[in-house]
T-cell receptor, first 113, second 118 residues
Framework: AQKVTQAQTEISVVEKEDVTLDCVYE???????LFWYKQPPSGELVFLIR??????QNEISGRYSWNFQKSTSSFNFTITASQVVDSAVYFC??????????FGAGTRLFVKA | DSGVTQTPKHLITATGQRVTLRCSPR?????VYWYQQSLDQGLQFLIQ???????AKGNILERFSAQQFPDLHSELNLSSLELGDSALYFC?????????????????FGPGTRLTVL
C-alpha cells in the first residue's frame, strides 16, 4: 500500500543552520512519483519538486537540495543556510500510476533569527 | 501565484447549512482535485475529476459532492454541515495529458477556502 512517513513533526533551527527534512515512502509499484510542497504561514501550498522513480540523481536548486535513495525508500530535503522565510510546513507526497496522491503528515520548520 | 483560483477565500456558516466552493484550474489543465486540510487529519484527498468525469475518490463523505463543468471549472458542494467540517479546502489542478496516467503530473494548488462551521 502507499504510505508516506515524515517522522519529524517539528524542527527548530537558528538562521544559517542547515536542516534536513526526512521522507520515507512505501509503494508496490516500480513507477512512481515523489513531490515536496511548502506551506508557509499564509496557507497556500507551493510546489517545490517532482521526481520520478527512475531518476535517482540528486537535485540542487539554490539553497534547496533533494536526496533520493531507492534503496532506503527515502526522498530527503535539505535546506542550506536556512532563513526565517523558510519557516513553513513541508509536505512530502507520493503518487503511483492510477492511484491517488498520498501526502505525509508534514514537518513544521521554525527558523529563528 | 499557481494560476489556480478558488472562491470564496473565507466562509462562515452554521451547522446544517449547505455551501458551494468553486475552483478554476490553470489554463490547459484537465484534472481538478479537491483536498481537505484539518488540524487533526492533515491533507486528505477527497475527489478527482478529469475532463468532466470523476476519476478517483478518496475519503469524501456522502454529504459532500463535486462536479467539473465543460469549461473545466469545478465545484465542491458540502451539505448538512457539521462542526467537524471546519477546515481548509484546497483545489489543485494538473495537466494529465495521458488519461491513463492518473495523478502523476504535478498538482498546482489554489489558495484554499477556509470554512468555519459554527
Amino acid at each position: 500500500a502507499q504510505k508516506v512517513t515524515q517522522a519529524q513533526t517539528e524542527i527548530s533551527v537558528v538562521e544559517k543552520e542547515d536542516v534536513t527534512l526526512d521522507c520515507v515512502y512505501e509503494t508496490r509499484d516500480t513507477t512512481y512519483y515523489l513531490f515536496w510542497y511548502k506551506q508557509p504561514p499564509s496557507g497556500e501550498l507551493v510546489f517545490l519538486i517532482r521526481r520520478n522513480s527512475f531518476d535517482e540523481q540528486n537535485e540542487i536548486s539554490g539553497r534547496y537540495s533533494w536526496n533520493f535513495q531507492k534503496s532506503t525508500s527515502s526522498f530527503n530535503f535539505t535546506i542550506t543556510a536556512s532563513q526565517v522565510v523558510d519557516s513553513a510546513v513541508y509536505f512530502c507526497a507520493l503518487s503511483e500510476r492510477g492511484f491517488k496522491t498520498i501526502f505525509g503528515a508534514g514537518t513544521r520548520l521554525f527558523v529563528k533569527a | 501565484d499557481s494560476g489556480v483560483t478558488q472562491t470564496p477565500k473565507h466562509l462562515i456558516t452554521a451547522t446544517g447549512q449547505r455551501v458551494t466552493l468553486r475552483c478554476s484550474p490553470r489554463s490547459g489543465d484537465l484534472s481538478v482535485y479537491w483536498y481537505q486540510q484539518s488540524l487533526d487529519q492533515g491533507l486528505q484527498f477527497l475527489i478527482q475529476y478529469y475532463n468532466g468525469e470523476e476519476r478517483a475518490k478518496g475519503n469524501i463523505l456522502e454529504r459532500f459532492s463535486a462536479q467539473q463543468f465543460p469549461d473545466l471549472h469545478s465545484e465542491l458542494n458540502l451539505s448538512s454541515l457539521e462542526l467537524g467540517d471546519s477546515a481548509l479546502y484546497f483545489c489543485a489542478s494538473s495537466v494529465d495529458r495521458d488519461r491513463h496516467q492518473a495523478s502523476t503530473d504535478t498538482q498546482y494548488f489554489g489558495p484554499g477556502t477556509r470554512l468555519t462551521v459554527l
